[in-house]
């Protein structure tokens, strides 16, 4: 899990969106590029007493096809 600054993902969200790996579009790794745009210019910190939560479904929907 990765939090970032609303204000530096704005920054170089363009450059995170559109970026480009061998010349084909990106489609994973998202959270690490974003680190590195990020550690481009300014720090990075790792906090590890950090809590998370979050709000989930009460009910589990599984979509065979």
Request: charge should be positive; hydrophobic fraction near 35%.
């Amino acid at each position: 899990m990765s939090c970032y600054r609303r204000d530096l993902v704005m920054k170089y969200k363009d450059r995170w969106i559109n970026q480009r790996f061998l010349g084909h579009k990106a489609t994973f790794g998202y959270d690490r590029a974003m680190t590195n745009f990020i550690l481009d210019h300014h720090r990075c910190g790792y906090q590890d007493t950090a809590v998370c939560s979050t709000i989930l479904s009460h009910k589990l929907t599984i979509v065979l096809e």
